[in-house]
């Protein structure tokens, strides 16, 4: 066959349907794109005055929108441009050949025009069966021109010899499924969504009184736009107080914002904006999305997911740019390059508005740091751009309020709380009320102690040590205050590695049994001075077990091991002693035997082990044989004194109130457990 070429044919028959179900899946936003091209039709007759090009009269520019629910008609009304039929031919009946395209080409920096697809006028169809375009042309000498379109490629246009204003009324005859827009508290509503910003006066319906018992119309025109919103105005003609009721105007009945950024960039796109740090409560979740979308001046969307960074969905305000595009999908959007530029650009303009309050209002950025502190780590642990500007100005807290970099923090400690790895540690609460022994022991040791109370701040802690190698962060009840920081200081301890291995067991037999936890006795040579027992977690298990909780899937491992504590018995302390010289009291004459026969057993076999040890190759059966059984009689001895330990232990409410007092201090002696806490102190008092 020869090549062939040609025109694939489109029949316009079937566009109508396509435009009814499909253009937009919204049909609401008809109402924005009518009034959109009024707008551009006023602009354009603006911009046509302020070149020369037109040297009558502008008159009066107000849009007018009417609705009569009965005939189900709506009305759009311009004194714009207005379209001759040559224009009417061209724009209208050549669907996506737009006006405003070619209009922007030649009047370059005139921007301000919405419409820029060709496609928005035909919207009307998806809630019209018929829509009529009366128009007069605002050059000399131009007719009026009527349009009406019935939804089928038919159309009929005439030129009448009726004056008309100059510009143009759009008329639909609403569609008997739509017709709530023809009603006027939905139009109104409508109008105030997505008009409420535009640059022209937008009339509809008359200002309301109240008059002998009812709502009247005056004569007043009723306006529902603000031609000059805050954002398109410049900065230095504004104060705290126009952004403070821009605010409330957007979002009434909130608590003021605790920052505004105002945004205004011509390269490389345009936007313009103010966004607002709200003050966020407990429930972050539900800040968030409330940015609100313009483009040029006309409401697009208000859900910026996808546009900016997630952790700046959290702010709150207005984004303008007619370079986001207006009539795609969400998924378009978010691989749009303009899209990405625009985001990196707020991401910037964010972490530099933030640095400029705390170069030049430390005190202010303190004030509100608790407020702003979430938001900022969000953007730190989730935005590595934010995070390089922000690691500057972010801020910890130590227990007694005051604030610091993170510089700053590590020249305050680095002296003092430098271990011997020559890591700098930081300790902090995550509660200082429920740890205050903890921090208070810390304290006393002349150590910092942070306040990380926060929902972020457990990944704030790992960003920090992730960044910097040096730095760890060490829970106060992480271990007994000597050993949070290791310097290798050694203290000695008045017990005795045997009298260890004898208080071990009455310990054991009083620790609380929970399947869900477990505790294992260890001794410190802590000071005197400090707790006869302290309870602690250890930092690595206790993240681990956070992080299961939070869904951390490759953590789900820990969730299952039961919660595990350290109970720290201060080897120095009077009372511990104490409770070792009353088992030994207890026990009697039966300790020392079995103690006596552990230590005869203990030096024979060390004797044999001993011999052995230099010729391995010369060991006999009998030398083995010699070796397991003394190994044996040596376990069954240490059981056999074990469990009469444990059972001396059981009854003794020394070591059970030294237990108690620990879990007390804690917050983890409860239920049942502190009433006989309660009973027993009461006993011991009455003594
Ligand atoms: P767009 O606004 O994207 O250009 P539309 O389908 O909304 O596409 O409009 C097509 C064209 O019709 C406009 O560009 C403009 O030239 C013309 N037009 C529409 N409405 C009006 C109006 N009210 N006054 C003058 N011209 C209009
Ligand atoms: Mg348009």
Redesign the pocket.
Known sequence: MDTQSGKIGVTTENIFPIIKKFLYSDHEIFLR??V???V??TQKMKTLASVGEYKGELGDLTIRVSAEPEKRILK?T?R????TAE?VEK??NQIA?????E?MQKYRNQTGI?????????SAFMVADKVEIV?RSYREGAKTVRWTCEGTPEYTMTELDEEHDR??D?ILYIAEDSKEFAEKERVLSLLRKYCRFLPIPIAFGKEQEWKDGKYVDTDKDRIINDTNPIWVRKPADLTEADYEKFYEELYPMTDKPLFHIHLNIDYPFHLTGVLYFPKIRNNFEIQKNKIQLYSNQVFVSDSVEGIVPEFLTLLHGVIDSPDIPLNVSRSYLQSDSNVKKISGYITRKVADRLQEIFSNDREEFERKWDDLKIFIQYGIVTDEKFAEKAADFVLVKNTEDKYFTLGEYENLVKGNQTDKNNNIVCLYTNDPQEQYGFVDAARSKGYDVLVMDGQLDAHFIGWCENRNSNMRFVRVDSDVVDKLIDKQENRSMTLSSIQQDVLRPVFEAQLPSNDKVSYAVSFEPMDENQQPVVITRNEYMRRMKDMSAMGGGMYSFYGQLPDSYNVVVNGNHPLVIEALDQVKEKMGEQLDLLNGKLDSIGSEKRMIDDKLKDKPEEISEDDKKLQTDLDNKYESILTDRNTQLKEAGKGNKLVKQLIDLALLSNGMLKGEDLTRFIRRSVELIEK
């Open positions: 794109e009518l959109s091209n009024a551009d039709a759009i311009d714009g441009v207005g379209m224009e724009y209208i050949f737009s006006g405003a395209e209009f919405i419409g820029h697809f060709g496609l928005g006028f035909y128009t510009g143009t759009i």
